[in-house]
T-cell receptor
Framework: GAVVSQHPSWVICKSGTSVKIECRSL??????MFWYRQFPKQSLMLMAT???????TYEQGVEKDKFLINHASLTLSTLTVTSAHPEDSSFYIC??????WGGGAEAFFGQGTRLTVV | KQEVTQIPAALSVPEGENLVLNCSFT??????LQWFRQDPGKGLTSLLL?????REQTSGRLNASLDKSSGRSTLYIAASQPGDSATYLC??????????FGKGITLSVRP
């Protein structure tokens, strides 16, 4: 299957600082990328959907000014957690999909990033 | 709004047993259904993808079926091994291209 690389795999930061997480599709062009958040023993919660060259679409309840998403190219999307606080500590996972919007394309996931804010 | 349910939340079986993991969804208007595996602290690995027009897909010891009319999918694992221990999630893709996930089934295969 296709490979999605997410970096870093874990990060510890101080409260009030910003953290950037990168998501790259290594062997395909991702027309759409998704960012998820996962709490312990819970399922994945979709935060936002991004298409290359356009603004991300955020899910209800997700602060777009806090979670900045940039999908600058067909192979790279970044999530920046701004002014991080301990409650932002979580596991963040990106997903990339090729193919037309709404099509039956398979979704591939990165390895996830464990963010701990102290 | 699509809801995906996976019951039970956890399952423990002895090595070698054949087992079935269940997944149910409320909205039959899905483009596809995917089964994923997640190891602790890791991302998701795609196991099988079933398009809405398909009934089943097979990969090695894994077989996934899809019955849209009843809103059900199953993942069959043959001859389970300790290395199969992980959390298995199913997710349906809706018309908005978004995946809706179940909470997963944590499988433990005892040697």
């Amino acid at each position: 299957g296709a490979v999605v690389s997410q970096h870093p795999s874990w990060v510890i930061c101080k409260s009030g600082t910003s953290v950037k997480i990168e998501c790259r599709s290594l062997d395909f062009q991702a027309t759409t990328m998704f960012w998820y958040r996962q709490f312990p023993k819970q399922s994945l919660m979709l935060m936002a959907t991004s298409n290359e060259g356009s603004k991300a679409t955020y899910e209800q309840g997700v602060e777009k000014d806090k979670f900045l998403i940039n999908h600058a190219s067909l192979t790279l999307s970044t999530l920046t957690v701004t002014s991080a606080h301990p409650e932002d500590s979580s596991f963040y996972i990106c997903s990339a999909r090729w193919g037309p919007w709404g099509g039956g394309a398979e979704a591939f996931f990165g390895q996830g990033t464990r963010l701990t804010v102290v | 709004k699509q809801e995906v349910t996976q019951i039970p939340a956890a399952l423990s079986v002895p090595e070698g047993e054949n087992l079935v993991l269940n997944c149910s969804f409320t909205d039959s208007a899905i483009y596809n259904l995917q089964w994923f595996r997640q190891d602790p602290g890791k991302g998701l690995t795609s196991l099988l993808l079933i398009q809405s027009s398909q009934r089943e897909q097979t990969s090695g010891r894994l077989n996934a079926s899809l019955d849209k009319s009843s809103g059900r999918s199953t993942l069959y694992i043959a001859a389970s091994q300790p290395g199969d221990s992980a959390t298995y999630l199913c997710a349906g893709t809706g018309a908005n291209s978004k995946l809706t996930f179940g909470k997963g089934i944590t499988l433990s295969v005892r040697p």
